[in-house]
């Protein structure tokens, strides 16, 4: 098992991850993705909207704004409970979230559901230490709201005061009917969404596990009520198939059900889908059936009619919803701890692998001309054709072997040299970066060979 410290180091020396703000001394738990993590960013969004918008039969998109009315965070309740319970060490003056610091303290102990005066409780009563120093005395827990903070227009008063979003399901919420009367889609149907979302975390960490700033990618599920249980079983396999499709050891992914005491008030099924991280089993993925509340808040807070009418049955009802909800930034960081790979080749040399499905691989191959001054031209020529569809590279620095070495560690899954009989034969060798296997192909089939790779 890779542990976090070799990810974080290679994540900054191969250009995934940098430190944000770094020329300024950082800005804690900020973070900026580089050329091979901008790349690995947009393929996970990509392989996420093809499985769940663009090859799913109910399934459309939408780009909603990050500012909304604040109206909306009343009605979804957000501005009186998106809180996290808030407690300081009277030592150090280190704050902590409470619910974590018993999780951590015992793992078997969920305190989902608990009030801030039970959390202090088991605090007190278990003698929980502070991480910090060890002491064993915590201030009363008080709920600390997650939204961040702005204001729009030129005053700086309370009228101007709005919230970047903590998620971005309330913006599928408030849109509901204008797209379902624009789509003339029947229930069940479902609206995707990608986007960023902010919370201000009491404590971010574990790299880019938790930050302030994160991007969503959501499902709202409209479905009947009473249907609403198959469709959350329905979508907790297809979020299961997504990751096993994509390559991640079954072994490393588990269904956490939430026991009917920890769900949420509006909740009559949730699971989070978790993966095994370098620090254990933690949340990757959250599905929950939602029933209908945020659609009922948002009617009667805005006093606009939400409901609809089944043209089959002349039914009219409120749809009830299911949502998978998880972060682009958790993927990532799930993908490099699955892939990141040493091998002891015959020569005792180490060969370091991404293994990565290639959908995702920054790189879906490596253009290599084997002498530079004799085969430039027709590399060239190869690279520019084949970039018209697929993210490629060029390289053409130090010898062969270097350059496979280069490629394997950041998960380049071809690498197509061009070489003495590439001219006269219109052939190249593909070199697979897990097998090491080399095969002979013409260069007019390279398109569909990359082609076929790259499904999942
Ligand atoms: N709309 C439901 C919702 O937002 P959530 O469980 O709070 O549910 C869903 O978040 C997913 O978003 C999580 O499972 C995780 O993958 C990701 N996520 C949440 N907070 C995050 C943070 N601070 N940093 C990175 N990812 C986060």
Redesign the pocket.
């Known amino acids: 098992m890779t542990t976090l410290e070799n990810i974080v180091q290679y994540a900054k020396a191969q250009g995934f991850v940098f430190q944000g703000s770094e020329l300024y001394g950082g800005l804690a738990n900020t973070w900026d993705y580089g050329p091979l993590g901008a790349l690995l960013k947009q393929n996970i969004k990509k392989a996420w909207i093809d499985r769940f918008q663009r090859q799913s039969p109910y399934n459309v998109l939408l780009d909603s704004s990050i500012l909304l009315n604040t109206e909306v965070w009343k009605a979804s309740g957000h501005l009186g409970g998106f809180s996290d319970p808030l407690t300081e060490c009277r030592s150090c003056n280190m704050r902590f979230r409470a619910d974590k610091l018993i999780e951590e303290h015992d793992k078997t102990t969920s305190p989902d559901g608990w009030s801030n005066e039970k959390m202090y409780q088991y605090l007190i009563d278990h003698e929980v230490a502070c991480p910090n120093c060890g002491k064993k005395d915590f201030l009363p827990i008080r709920s600390f709201n997650m939204m961040f903070q702005t204001h729009q227009g030129v005053v700086l008063d309370t009228a101007s005061k709005i919230y970047l979003r903590?998620?971005?399901?309330q913006g599928i919420f408030i849109q509901f009917k204008n797209i379902q009367r624009t789509t003339r889609r029947k229930v069940p149907f479902g609206v995707c969404q990608v986007g960023k979302?902010f919370?201000n975390?009491i404590t971010?960490g574990n790299f880019?596990?938790?930050?302030?700033e994160?991007e969503?990618m959501?499902l709202e599920f409209f479905c009947k009520p009473g249907t609403e249980i198959e469709w959350f079983k329905y979508w907790k396999q297809a979020c299961m198939q997504f990751l096993l499709d994509l390559g991640v050891n079954k072994q490393d992914l588990k269904f956490d059900d939430h026991k009917p005491e920890a769900l949420s008030h509006y909740s009559n099924a949730t699971t989070?889908i978790q993966y095994n991280f370098p620090w254990g089993f933690d949340?990757?993925?959250?599905i929950?059936s939602r029933t209908d509340f945020d659609l009922n808040a948002h009617q009667t807070h805005s006093g606009e009619n939400l409901t609809y009418l089944d043209p089959d049955t002349n039914e009219r009802y409120l749809p009830y919803v299911v949502?998978p909800?998880?972060?682009v930034?958790?993927?990532f960081l799930m993908f490099l701890s699955n892939g990141l790979t040493e091998e002891t080749l015959e020569n005792g040399d180490i060969r370091q692998i991404l293994k990565i499905h290639p959908a995702l691989a920054p790189y879906k191959a490596a253009i290599l001309p084997l002498f530079r001054k004799e085969h430039k031209d027709l590399a060239e020529k190869i690279y520019a054709d084949l970039s018209k569809h697929f993210d490629v590279v060029y390289d053409e620095t130090q010898n062969i072997g270097k350059r496979y070495r280069r490629q394997d560690a950041i998960g380049t899954y071809l690498c197509i040299t061009v070489d003495h009989d590439s001219e006269a034969t219109q052939t190249v060798t593909v070199r697979n970066r897990d097998t090491m296997e080399q095969e002979r192909i013409a260069i007019t089939d390279l398109r569909a060979y990359i082609e076929k790779t790259i499904e999942f």
């Open positions: 903590p998620e971005t399901a979302s919370r975390e971010p880019i596990f938790r930050t302030r994160f969503q959501e989070d949340e990757l993925w959250g929950a949502e909800s998880v972060g930034e958790r993927l």
